[in-house]
């Protein structure tokens, strides 16, 4: 199995821009397809950006669509969501998952927390 972690949370303004990454460990990282979620406080979790093998992107959710980015490296063994003109609504834990097939998880990281001031 692979073990996530991810960070790279933290409070920024609104507008402003922060990058999550999801660090992998156990089975090679470049088998599996990544995956992008959030959840807001009495709200369901949302997935936002699914990212294939080969650092394609095969889903944006449209409430992010243009303001995010997944992305990876293989050779870091990393997964990364860019996220820019960050909004108070955009406020939540992120989460990073991995699963063999595109949107598929099966390994979920622990989430890191993302707060957007207004």
């Known amino acids: 199995q692979v073990q996530l972690v991810a960070s790279g949370g933290g409070l920024v303004q609104a507008g402003g821009s922060l990058r999550l990454s999801c660090a992998a460990s156990g089975r090679t990282f470049s088998r599996y397809a990544m995956g992008w979620f959030r959840q807001a406080p009495g709200k369901e979790r949302e997935f936002l950006v699914a990212?294939?093998?080969?650092?394609?992107?095969?889903y944006v959710a449209d409430s992010v669509k243009g303001r995010f980015t997944g992305s990876r490296d293989n050779g870091k063994n990393t997964g990364y969501l860019q996220m820019n003109s960050l909004k108070p609504e955009d406020t939540a834990v992120y989460y990073c998952a991995a699963g063999i097939i595109d949107r598929k998880y099966d390994y979920w990281g622990q989430g890191t927390q993302v707060t957007v001031s207004s």
């Open positions: 990212v294939i093998q080969s650092g394609a992107s095969t």
